[in-house]
């Protein structure tokens, strides 16, 4: 339910209260302070958004969410769903498709925008709670790079920011601190909920190695998957030729626009990266690899998630 402009705002203002009364941290994401709630940390203003979506969201059980970890290819996997849902209304081949005169982030918003811009704060969640960056869910998907977490050490920087040295983004990343961090634990209660059935994993890698085997089963697991006269007709190849990197940007809103308001505002192309697998060997050193990979495997160790790789 969506309320008026004044009841959101009085009614956000209480998050506001409590967001600042939570424990600080200066150090994060370039000159973004971070606030830490329940075990992770959150840019500082996001944490009363996150309050508020955490208090009021109410996911239906159509509701698809995806939660992945700042560059874990959020921006291909929001293209990727948002064209296997919708090729109903709008063919992957159609010359006029959504996807080729918006960014996939305007298409699917994250969803603590809503609470951002104070339109939505409502009733009580009926649902489950699935704690990660997409906090409520009845569905969810992520792409976790492997090995380990090695991507969310080089993320985008918000428009007029410093940007945090590298080396010391890799230490707080190791200890916990990163957008949404830490990365290791959403992982491991998404494992949990994902052995009944209620989330699907991705793997950035596999997405490279098959993507239309991966498209096919995402497909699937949304509820939706590809007739036999769709397969035979090419349909995930053109959706997979749709949601391709080149192609997402070569597209004037992701070459040229900006994507959120005021101090956290971000060009689109910022979103895209090289999208090759093992691109982390540009970054750290195998000793930092091998660093992170040891806390990651003793932060899942139990949990029967693996994210051993190459």
């Not at 634990?185 to 909920?193: F, K, L, N, P, T």
């Not at 895209?272 to 970054?283: P, T």
Request: with cysteine.
């Amino acid at each position: 339910m969506i309320v008026g402009e004044s009841g959101c705002a009085d009614a956000f203002s209480k998050y506001e209260a409590l967001a600042s009364a939570l424990p600080a941290s200066r150090q994060g994401l370039g000159n973004a302070p971070y606030r830490k709630h329940d075990g992770f940390w959150y840019p500082e203003h996001l944490m009363a958004p996150t309050l508020a979506m955490r208090d009021t969201f109410a996911a239906r059980p159509t509701d698809v969410i995806l939660a992945t970890m700042p560059k874990s290819g959020t921006t291909w996997l929001k293209a990727i769903v948002y064209s296997v849902v919708h090729r109903g209304r709008h063919a992957p081949a159609r010359e006029r498709h959504p996807l080729l005169a918006t960014s996939p982030h305007e298409l699917v918003p994250f969803l603590h925008s809503l609470y951002e811009n104070h339109r939505a704060v409502h009733g009580p969640a009926r649902a489950r709670r699935c704690r990660g960056p997409g906090a409520a869910s009845s569905t969810c998907a992520g792409t976790p790079r492997t090995p380990s977490s090695r991507s969310a050490t080089t993320s985008i920087k918000p428009e007029g920011s410093e940007m945090t040295p590298f080396a010391e983004a890799f230490d707080l990343l190791c200890g916990g601190v990163s957008p949404f961090g830490p990365v290791w634990d959403h992982m491991a209660e998404y494992e949990s909920v994902a052995r009944r059935g209620e989330v699907m994993f991705l793997r950035y890698e596999h997405l490279k190695e098959d993507a239309v085997g991966t498209v096919r089963r995402l497909a699937e697991f949304l509820g939706c998957p590809f007739t036999e006269e769709e397969v035979a007709s090419g349909v995930p190849e053109a959706v997979v030729a749709l949601c391709s990197l080149d192609r997402m940007r070569s597209v004037r809103d992701n070459r040229d626009g900006v994507h959120g308001t005021g101090r956290w505002s971000f060009k689109n192309m910022a979103f895209f990266r090289k999208g090759e697998v093992g691109d982390w060997k540009a970054h750290m050193t195998p000793e930092m690899a091998q660093r992170l990979d040891g806390i990651v495997e003793e932060k899942l160790r139990g949990s029967g998630l693996s994210l051993a790789g190459n």
